[in-house]
């Protein structure tokens, strides 16, 4: 400990359970474990430090940024160092000729929005955690959120990359090159491998404009099949489309109930989708076309303004919060081909009673991506099995186990059924070849 005290100050080197426990516990209050200490770097030469000095002990790291993830991965596995990114959190300025940034890895979304749109750009990933989820966590996870639609996931936001290798050793690259044929895509790879590789200690992020203006639609469908054969003529008729949003009567229920909103239409429907434009002139005479042309809608709202954007987009955004009033959900992230997405919301609620009958399933997401979080209350002690049957569901149907918030802990037992033997040794190989001891991240992504 007085080594790790010497290289970060013994301030942020946490040993008290009092003091570890916010660490030691995730997000969903699902998953915890026991730190032998928290230690806080502020750079990338303490992190350098710290690993070394970690490696030559032979103790494991686990890698925490802001403690938002959803699958258990970074929680403490057990007797090991938790390195705590927060302190990462130098805001760099942003260059307008390049649209690039600069930021520490413990620099939350909500900032980096800030100082972006602050200069005339935004970011091209958004989500509801933005003012705990942290930029190093996002590129971990290859995070995705509502704009996925429009600019990508997380990893196609990042032009360069600082990252501390198991070793110590820095992997270095912030030049922010749009156009590099060098070999191997070593960010990429990075990106998305949830901490088992490498920490990333700093990033530089592509920015994307920043549209003032915007309209929003909420659209009632009476199924899920009518919101996604409706999504094709959004895209086609809508080049200024920057999310769509999908939720449900039981879980739009909740949102009223626990938010106190108002019903958005005089009846309930099946399926709602929430979509937003965003351009440099107003879209809402598009907006409002493509929605009059639509075909299976039910029903329909747009807001123009912001306050009734804000509130439109509270019946999606709040549905998280909701939930976890409700009790400690199984909460699973899944995709599969859009195609396939009618055929899945129709095949939960049965799977899911056949192993819990008392359980309800909540559901919302991503339609563009094929994306569902699929939250499941009053499961009991019945976590396991539900996992087990919802996700074999969405592997029949060609999907992945993990569409946006990465396999962590909690899904390691399920990786074979979205990757092959091949893949998975190969992912092994790598894991070896960069972290030969296993010291970062143990028990994530492999057993």
């Not at 639509?294 to 709040?318: H, K, M, N, P, S």
Request: one cysteine or more; glycine letters at 10%.
């Amino acid at each position: 400990m007085k080594q790790l005290a010497d290289i970060v100050g013994a301030e942020h080197v946490l040993t008290d359970p009092d003091l570890k426990a916010s660490y030691e516990t995730d997000w969903t209050q699902r998953f915890t474990g026991s730190a032998l200490c928290v230690v806080r770097p502020a750079s990338t030469e303490e992190v350098a430090a710290v690993l070394r000095a970690c490696a030559a002990e032979g103790l494991k790291v686990t890698v925490q940024g802001g403690n938002t993830g959803l699958v258990g991965g970074g929680v403490p596995a057990g007797g090991d160092v938790l390195v705590s990114l927060t302190r990462l959190s130098t805001l760099g300025t942003v260059d307008p000729a390049s649209a690039q940034v600069t930021v520490g890895a413990g620099v939350t979304l909500a900032a980096l929005q800030g100082i972006a749109r602050d200069a005339g750009f935004d970011v091209g990933v958004d989500l509801a955690a933005r003012d705990s989820a942290t930029i190093g966590g996002l590129i971990a996870t290859n995070a995705g959120g509502i704009r996925v639609l429009r600019y990508g996931s997380m990893r196609q936001q990042v032009v360069g990359l600082t990252a501390v290798l198991p070793d110590g050793s820095v992997f270095s690259r912030m030049a922010g090159l749009e156009k590099d044929g060098t070999g191997y895509d070593l960010m990429g790879l990075i990106a998305g491998s949830e901490g088992t590789l490498a920490i990333v200690t700093e990033a530089r992020v592509r920015l994307v404009p920043r549209f003032r203006a915007r309209a929003v639609a909420l659209l009632a469908f009476s199924s899920t099949q009518a919101a996604v054969d409706v999504l094709p003529g959004l895209r086609s008729s809508l080049p200024s489309l920057a999310a769509a949003e999908l939720f449900y009567a039981p879980g739009l229920a909740l949102v009223r109930k626990h938010s106190g909103l108002a019903a958005p239409f005089p009846e309930e429907h099946e399926a709602y989708l929430l979509v937003e434009c965003a351009d440099l002139t107003d879209p809402t005479s598009l907006l409002v076309q493509a929605v009059e042309t639509a075909d299976g809608l039910v029903d329909a709202r747009i807001a123009d303004d912001a306050a009734g954007q804000r509130a439109l987009w509270a019946y999606r955004e709040t549905h998280t919060e909701s939930i976890s009033a409700e009790g400690v959900p199984v909460k699973l992230d899944v995709s599969v081909p859009v195609r396939s997405l009618p055929s899945l919301v129709e095949r939960l609620a049965p799977t899911i009673a056949g192993v819990a009958p008392s359980a309800r399933p909540i559901v919302f997401g991503h339609v563009n991506e094929g994306n569902l979080h699929v939250n499941v209350l009053d499961a009991g002690d019945l976590h396991e099995e539900v996992s087990d049957a919802v996700l074999r569901l969405v592997a029949s149907l060609d999907g992945s186990i993990s569409s946006e918030h990465g396999v962590g802990r909690a899904k390691v037992p399920w990786l074979s059924l979205s990757r092959s033997t091949v893949e998975i040794e190969t992912m092994r190989s790598i894991k070896a070849a960069l972290d030969p001891h296993g010291l970062l991240n143990p028990g994530v992504l492999f057993p």
